[in-house]
């Protein structure tokens, strides 16, 4: 039976993630980021050292184990994002890296949560990281839309739209503005698009002490977004000012034009994300598909001054986390990706006899040996059978043994002599196609 | 700190995994075989099933559930092979699946044993299995060796020896001699690596009933290996006759003859061969690598007449399984594998002051766009300290902006002019090589 929030893909939907997969994998690997795996399993105290995840974690205990004994401190329970792992694997390893060190990672994480419509318990994530010893250099927050926006120009998915804000901004203008729990305006602030403008107001005046004029002005901040550096002379004009508001700002510039440049009308300024409940301290950032805003995010990140920290070394961090099944999940529930067929297959050797089948087999080698996918047919039924076996399947090539050999596009119905040493489909049937529908 | 069992490369090894993956699947997709994942996690009693492996499992519960909830019928534990999700899924999904149902899996899967060298307690597995309702043809027995032989001749990994035996010639061959608890025979004589001949011999007399002529017959069996039909000879002139020993040397003829034509000197017909505490009901597969054979088998198979069954439904099926962690970790034991760099990229782009930034972010973004992994230097550094940034980390190219541009080869010193819309290293420097050391 299937367990709800634990999804599975039938092969051809599987056959679209490994293509989306390769195909993050790829840009990640044209920046230079470097590959790494960590376990599925972490210390619970290692999970646990943010607090406010604990309902989410599943804990492991060996069936033969005393069940008195699961949940000490030296249990072990399954990872629920890639951050927690990838800041332990940095300290235990710190001095066998080579920093900055850039990292992609690309697992399933899971949550115990109560699954509900788009949340999974178990899931798979692709994250990027740049992280270093003591300070890392700004730049790399500028980098990271860039390597999100060519991710998503590869994907055959809708377009993105790329969110950028910088918690000093925000803190610094709530700041200025005289607030001093600028975290529960934060908190509040976030609430926009659930809860609507007036409810945040009414929320900032009795929560975190603003007056009304002070929750216009947040309001206000957060209603500002522009696609280039337009936005702070925006916020600027808000009458607001800070140091901290004039480094944020400052920083949110350099991101979004050096993305302006390199992915025009894909990076926004958007003051109204803020990431309420992370650990980020500067650049925050948010992906939205057009036509799936409703769905939230499939792609955020930030930068940490404190990715992780072993005694008096402090390592900062930027990077970024993309939703794979949830992306995946959102378009496979509107249909929103084909494949042009169900397996690799591109060849299907159809077999006279039973007793052709050693040559049919030397037939599907040489194929192979070229890199063209191939089947010989499981049985020696009539042709038409042996046909209808690829047509089902989408497998685009059935070679008939001869002399000479002769190989049919059975799409089109197109048949011509073939050598299998010699023959080569067209390049877009070399591997099964995925595209947007 | 390390948990035991749970091994974490550093990147170098983990480039070197993927490598290995990748060819690994490659090679599955090049035999038609659709890609699969099923959930991390099954129902316990999906898991304990075949009973025996129940100490090997690990159970799952929420943090914040009851401890005393946990191990009842509806627990989920992880999976320990990839065996048993395929099974469930071949059932619950039967009336979706074309049949014959080609599908490989490469996942991690978790056991909950107390860990020993070379056993893991979170390990990456690699299967093939072709299913089919009520009878699969024989043929798919004779094309998973091939399939193997493929894998490992494109890996970079000492020659392998890939030995296949046939249940139906042990079990025809002891019954034929009189002895009927061919089971327990099989479980003894499958100790001979461990425990030697004698005590196999003094063991078949002491539990199996046999008289010590029947002993000497089962370990003259045993000790029959041939790359070739040849064996079938010798074992016909040990003067048992058995209908079903006559069906399985029928079949392993097949097996070994038609690898022998496709990988010749690969593949031996073993007769001692006994995959002891499984399910298989014919065919059977091991693999060792040459320099390797004490660490045991890195690759395994066989046929199963009932995969799985639903009602009235059977699904009989075979395949093997690559256990790449396994395999790796002896190979990184032995430091027998080598890459020739620790990051995918390919060229630094030599920044020769933070200003000139966004023009080393041009250069750098016309060469991933003709698919050459680029970073920009870290830092406004002196040059010297820039190439020593590509040097600790083995990347070859160090891209020097300028009127004109030039890129050098830091491992030949050789520095050409060049154009970063048309220039490309040689094939070799694209990605990491990977090679036996």
Redesign the interface.
Known sequence: ???SG??????PQ??I??NVVDTIRRTF?????????????E??DQLLRKGET????????????D??S??GDDA???HFDLTVPFAR?VT??AG?L?F?F??YQIQ?V?R?ERPQEGRYR?FLQADIDVV?RDTL?F?YDAEMP?VLA?VFRSLPVPEPRIQVNNRKVCEGFYRGLGLSDTDQVLRTVDKLDKIGPEKVSALLVETAGASDAQAAACLALAGISAADGSFADRVRALGVSDPLLDEGLEELVRVVE?SA??APGLVVADLRIARGLDYYTGTVYETQLRGYERFGSVCSGGRYENLASSGSERFPGVGISVGVSRLLGLLFGQDALSVSR????CVVVALPSEER??DC?RIA?AL?SR?????VA??AAKFGKQIRFAE??GIPFVWFPGEPDTVKDIRSGDQVEADASTWLPPDGDLAPAVAAR
């Open positions: 039976m299937p367990i634990f999804p599975e893909w039938m092969p599987r056959i993630e490994q690997e044209l920046y230079g980021f470097a590959p790494l795996e960590t376990r599925a399993v210390p619970l604990s309902k989410e974690v599943y804990l492991l205990r060996r069936l033969q184990e069940p008195a699961g949940g072990l329970g399954l694997f235990e390893n066998r080579h900055p850039r990292r399933k899971w115990g178990e270093d250099p730049h860039l060519d050096a440049e390199h169900q397996v690799p297959t089948r050693r087999d080698s192979r890199g063209i996918a191939t089947e499981p049985s089902r399947r």
